[in-house]
């Protein structure tokens, strides 16, 4: 018992160090101020000033956050319909067919996806900019935040509903006093899900831009062509300090939701 | 009655999502890949895929898509498995999708500075004698960052998965006699297969398109089918040929899909008999 719980934390731990070295790792020689990656001279704060000072830089970083949270937003109430209605579809067949469209943008290689965007706002004429990257955003979260709900939906035992209903409950009482509550880890894991997705999105992103919009992925990628420069390694420090904030404040989000629902879970 | 068409209202945006979203792009990518450059309809594209440089391509890729996938999942399965034996396996858990938040770009561009020939694995490589080697632009940097890339991805869904386990049948399987492999291969994997499924759906498609790293990592030494569409749409314009090699990802995967695919009744009666 002893042997395997030892070996057992090692491997977590093993799988963890790799998982941050390439993090640390950047935001170490975000410090350097010598210009490569390779040897660290001396602490400077230089390359994070140039960030600061970089105004098409920040616009970016802005533009990337408003994309995410708002598709992320809007892809999870359109997500949490969608899968309610799946839920409580009496045509068997028809919800199967369904459930398939929904995995197709799931499992649809990026590069397919996002062509075959291009050509879709081509053809109806949305402009490529900030427009058509939002919708794109939105169009590839709805499907995960529908599989992250769907599988507490079926958890859900119908009697639930049923009881509600023979006690008086409208349908409405049902959706936002049984339902919602209840599925509201899938609900919160699916909109973390679709943030994720929209602010590691490189492919899609990078097909729907246009000129005139850049989102942090296309960014970087055109400043990573071009050679090492540290200013990105100072964006990787701000990003991740960013990105533990919103963590570790989802953290404590969902442990205080938690609670009250969590406690039926008997683990 | 109100309530019915309330109902239809919220259902309204979904439905037009799927239409517009996904029915409606692959309908068009199949429309535009009989098309050529000057805008004739022709079948020219599908004969040319079946040339010998297109068909290396889709083999090489799949190769690639294959490697990452099956070292994603070894390194993935008993992290998840251990995971849920942490006391808080959520906070945990939520440390393992922290790095999947830093974007993909940034970790990529990481490893340009730790593959390279003056980085700490050179570094470390020449303390035992081994001297400088090219790490970056090779397939086996590509592969790494790949997984690198897609540990979270896998982790996630064979984790849900392990959670929803309940551990009384583990205990009765331990009480019956069973090794920890039988437990194992006998009533853990066959119950978190669907985990498995969905972690191998969301690491093999995404990576034959994975057209990024091929630039940065694999300095354009391996070209990927996602590399293909790339060049056609964004580099040569060709929409036509892109679209055609779009057609054939998109078989693929439906293969892929119908291969990985949940059998609804067999899942859902096993999750439900617990």
Do not use: C
């Not at chain 1, 660290?40 to 616009?59: G, K």
């Not at chain 1, 919009?213 to 960013?242: D, K, P, Q, W």
């Not at chain 2, 999947?100 to 770009?105: M, P």
């Not at chain 2, 064979?158 to 331990?174: E, G, H, V, Y």
């Amino acid at each position: 018992m002893e042997k395997t719980s030892k070996s057992a934390k090692f491997y977590l731990a093993l799988v963890f160090i790799v998982l941050y070295t390439p993090i640390l790792y950047l935001i170490f020689y975000s410090f350097n101020s010598g210009g490569s990656m390779n040897s660290f001279e001396s602490f400077t704060w230089e390359h994070y000033a140039a960030v600061f000072s970089d105004t098409r830089l920040i616009m970016i970083l802005i533009n990337t956050v408003i994309v995410a949270l708002l598709s992320a937003l809007i892809a999870t109430i359109i997500g949490v319909f969608g899968s309610i209605g799946i839920v409580f579809m009496r045509n068997k067949s028809l919800r199967r067919s369904i459930l398939s469209l929904n995995n197709v943008l799931i499992v649809s290689p990026d590069v397919v996806i996002g062509a075959s965007f291009l050509i879709l706002f081509t053809a109806i004429g949305v402009k490529l900019g900030f427009a058509s990257v939002l919708i794109s955003h939105i169009a590839f979260s709805i499907p995960i935040v529908v599989l992250m709900v769907l599988p507490k939906l079926q958890e859900m035992n119908s009697t639930l509903i049923d009881a509600a209903a023979d006690l008086g409950a409208t349908k409405r009482d049902i959706l936002t006093r049984v339902i919602i509550p209840f599925i509201k880890p899938g609900i919160f894991a699916g909109f973390f899900m679709a943030l994720t997705y929209s602010l590691d999105d490189f492919a899609v992103t990078f097909f729907v831009t246009g000129n005139g919009f850049s989102t942090l992925s296309v960014e970087i990628y055109s400043m990573a062509r071009t050679g090492i420069t540290l200013t990105i390694n100072a964006l990787s420090g701000i990003v991740f300090i960013v990105t533990l904030l919103l963590v570790v404040g989802y953290y404590f989000v969902s442990q205080r939701g938690k609670n009250p629902v969590g406690m039926g879970v008997r683990k | 009655m109100q309530t019915k068409t309330t109902k239809a209202f919220y259902l309204i945006p979904y439905y037009v999502w799927i239409v517009l979203f996904v029915v409606a792009p692959i309908a068009l990518i199949a429309y535009y890949s009989f098309f050529d450059l000057s805008g004739n309809f022709t079948l020219d594209n599908y004969l040319n895929f079946f040339t010998s440089v297109y068909l290396k391509l889709t083999l090489s890729s799949f190769w690639y898509a294959f490697l990452i996938t099956f070292f994603t999942l070894l390194i993935a399965y008993p992290t998840a498995y251990l995971l849920t034996k942490t006391r808080h396996k959520q906070l945990w858990l939520l440390l393992i999708i922290i790095p999947s938040w830093i974007n993909l770009l940034l970790k990529t561009y990481a490893f340009i500075g730790i593959f390279g020939l003056y980085g700490p694995v050179n570094a470390f490589l020449n303390v035992f004698g081994f001297g400088e080697t090219q790490i970056l632009f090779t397939d086996f940097s590509f592969v790494f960052v790949a997984v690198y890339i897609f540990i979270p991805f896998m982790i996630l869904p064979i984790f849900n998965s392990l959670d929803k386990l309940n551990p009384s049948l583990i205990d009765a399987s331990r009480d019956l006699g069973a090794s920890s492999w039988t437990t194992f291969s006998k009533v853990i994997l066959p119950l978190t297969i669907n985990g498995v499924k969905a972690g191998i759906q969301a690491v093999f498609i995404p990576s034959l398109s994975l057209f990024m790293i091929t630039r940065l990592i694999a300095g354009n030494k391996v070209i990927t089918l996602g590399t293909a569409i790339e060049q056609q749409f964004l580099v040569t314009q060709n929409w036509g040929m892109g679209s055609t090699i779009a057609v054939f990802l998109i078989i693929f995967m439906v293969i892929i899909m119908i291969i990985t695919g949940q059998r609804d009744k067999g899942a859902t009666s096993n999750g439900k008999n617990k």
